[in-house]
């Protein structure tokens, strides 16, 4: 699944050489979203890891990522690892220029993939003081 985000480059790592065959490079995008700032990490690996050459801390980028996630069998206990995978990052005016397409879906397995669309869920109902009867549903 492919998502966006525009924000401002708080800081760019340097590429890191996990093993003989996986790198990576990590950086972290400040999103002033609402009343408090997001600091999100995210991260680009083998030949993605060079798309922040052109880059600077301080510059505005759209990040183009997809949410990943898997399971690690430590000691019998089981630790779950999320990543932010950017494989596309552009200028934000570009970004914000041009619309984006719309992302590519992933093959579900089993069922239809769900319709794409450009505008965002509805919000969801207030809480607290809007219940007509009074009545709670516990």
Do not use: H
């Amino acid at each position: 699944m492919a998502f966006e985000v525009v924000g401002k480059i708080e800081k760019i790592m340097d590429t890191a050489q996990v093993t003989a065959t996986f790198k990576k490079r990590e950086f972290v995008l400040l999103i002033q979203e609402g009343s408090y700032p997001q600091y999100i990490k995210f991260q680009a690996t083998q030949d993605r890891c060079n798309l922040l050459d052109t880059y600077n801390e301080g510059d505005d980028i759209a990040v183009t990522f997809d949410l990943k996630g898997r399971p690690f069998d430590k000691g019998g206990e089981t630790i779950y690892f999320t990543n932010l995978e950017a494989w596309r990052i552009n200028p934000a005016a570009q970004a914000q220029a041009q619309p984006a397409a719309a992302p590519q879906q992933q093959p579900t397995y089993g069922s239809p993939a769900p319709a794409q669309t450009n505008t965002p869920p509805p919000p969801p109902p207030p809480v607290g003081g809007d219940d007509i009867d009074g009545d709670l549903p516990f």
